[in-house]
């Protein structure tokens, strides 16, 4: 059964850091692609970062570029998703994605807010 | 970047009806158009891929199609369990882009 579990999220002030993760089972994580995206409350659905298998290319939405970063770790079967300069516009609930976007995780919320 | 506009942003219907959800690319995005359905607290699950093909455990009723560059999901007989937001994406290329969502609720 394919899982994907984020973890790392919580209440931080605004210009702070954080470091989400997403750990995956059930299937050849080296192989795929993943995505993170985001959901403002009562908001949409917003794509923020993909990273190829082999972390050889890495895309970003232009709300994020320059500000997050994400990487992957395939001996841990686990992705990451590095937040600096955040904003009170970032918080939101933060899925991770299979490419293909067949299995998202259960979500993690960040807030960020004074 | 390529611009997905999805409309209605809310649908009000009754269970029985037939209804379409409908988005427009910006571009050309060719068949990378996915449909998605959430319901509250819980995360996105795909529905449709590849514009037209219904994902695993999708119920028959739901169909995507495609006409040049306007992309619509249509639920042919709405049943209870089929009220929630819908949502397209386009991923031909970065940035990957969603539509705005449509409510799908009780009329």
């Known amino acids: 059964e394919v899982q994907l579990v984020e973890s790392g999220g919580g209440l931080v002030q605004p210009g702070s850091s954080l470091k989400l993760s997403c750990v995956a089972s059930?299937?050849?994580?080296?192989?795929?692609?993943m995505h993170w995206i985001r959901q403002a409350p009562k908001k949409g659905l917003e794509w923020i970062a993909l990273?190829?298998?082999?972390?050889?290319?890495?895309y970003y939405a232009d709300s994020v570029k320059g500000r997050f970063t994400i990487s992957r770790d395939n001996s841990k079967n686990t992705l990451y998703l590095e937040m600096n300069s955040l904003r009170s516009e970032d918080t939101a609930m933060y899925y991770c994605?299979?490419?293909?976007?067949?299995?998202w995780g259960q979500g993690v919320m960040v807030t960020v807010s004074s | 970047d390529i611009q997905m506009t999805q409309a209605p942003s809310s649908l009000p219907a009754s269970l029985g009806d037939r209804v379409t959800i409908t988005c427009r690319a910006s571009?050309?995005?060719?068949?990378?158009l996915r449909w998605f359905q959430q319901k509250p607290g819980k995360s996105p699950r795909r529905m449709i891929y590849?514009?037209?093909n219904l994902a695993a455990g999708v119920p028959s009723r739901f169909s995507g199609s495609r006409s040049g560059s306007d992309y619509s999901l249509t639920i042919s007989s709405l049943e209870s369990e089929d009220m929630a937001d819908y949502y397209c994406l386009q991923s031909k290329e970065s940035p990957f882009t969603f539509g705005s969502g449509t409510k799908l609720e009780i009329k």
């Open positions: 571009q050309d995005i060719g068949n990378y």
């Open positions: 059930g299937f050849t994580f080296s192989s795929y692609n």
């Open positions: 994605a299979k490419t293909g976007f067949d299995y």
């Open positions: 990273i190829y298998y082999d972390s050889s290319n890495k």
């Open positions: 590849g514009a037209t």
